[in-house]
């Protein structure tokens, strides 16, 4: 069964600075990747997805990701982190086989200090 | 406008009295799913649905049925609540894989609190 294992529950980021978000996922194919968005009270949106081709995909607001196979991780990016960016992040992995739905991680809390 | 809908978006019910949360998406989507999220649990798939009357478990359906009889519409039946399934639940629908890369990924309703006391 596949998994997702998002090591970092909370990270607190200075606004402006750099961030990277950890994702790692365990899956017997070709995995396809998703990175959504949850702004307290709201719903999930969707940031980014990788199914296949170009490794670096690029998503909403800024944010991007990189796959890589050899360490089975998904890790997002983005270069400079703004006050609005502060939010739960979920990677998720979507089923294979007959089955569909996504395998989400646990989530990463991401705090952004003034 | 493409959306999932859910209602309602708040509900405290008794233990024990039936209810049903409704999804609806009107984007034509084939599949359809139920999560529910937890603190420190991250969302867990409940039920999911591949088309009209195709449906399956989750990885938590103990307590929760479903139903497909139209494209458009998955709800979510506890037919005896009881506080552990106190919990934020989210609806999500989307293409199937088939319809290409472009249009597979899942769209989120906007949550229903459920408060079982």
């Known amino acids: 069964a596949q998994s997702v294992t998002q090591p970092d529950i909370h990270i607190t980021v200075s606004e402006g600075a750099s961030l990277e978000l950890r994702c790692n996922y365990s899956?017997?194919?070709?995995?396809?990747l998703f990175w959504y968005v949850q702004s307290p009270g709201q719903g999930l949106q969707l940031l980014l997805k990788y199914f296949s081709g170009d490794t670096l995909v690029q998503g909403i607001k800024g944010f991007e990701a990189e796959f890589k196979r050899s360490q089975s991780s998904f890790n997002l990016r983005k270069p400079s982190v703004h006050w609005s960016d502060a939010a739960e992040y979920f990677c998720a992995v979507g089923s294979g086989g007959g089955a569909d739905g996504l395998t989400f991680g646990k989530g990463t809390h991401l705090i952004i200090q003034p | 406008e493409a959306q999932v809908t859910q209602n309602p978006r708040y509900l405290i019910t008794v233990t024990g009295k039936k209810l049903t949360v409704t999804c609806s998406q009107n984007m034509n989507h084939e599949y359809m799913s139920w999560y529910r999220q937890d603190p420190g649990l991250g969302l867990r798939q409940i039920y999911y649905s591949m088309n009209v009357e195709v449906t399956d478990k989750g990885d938590v359906p103990e307590g929760y049925k479903v139903s497909r009889k139209e494209k458009r519409n998955f709800p979510l039946i506890l037919e005896s609540p009881s506080p552990n399934q106190t919990s934020l639940y989210f609806c999500a629908s989307s293409f199937t894989r088939l319809a290409g890369v472009a249009n597979y990924g899942y769209t989120f309703g906007s949550g229903t609190r459920l408060t079982v006391v």
């Open positions: 899956y017997g194919a070709t995995p396809y």
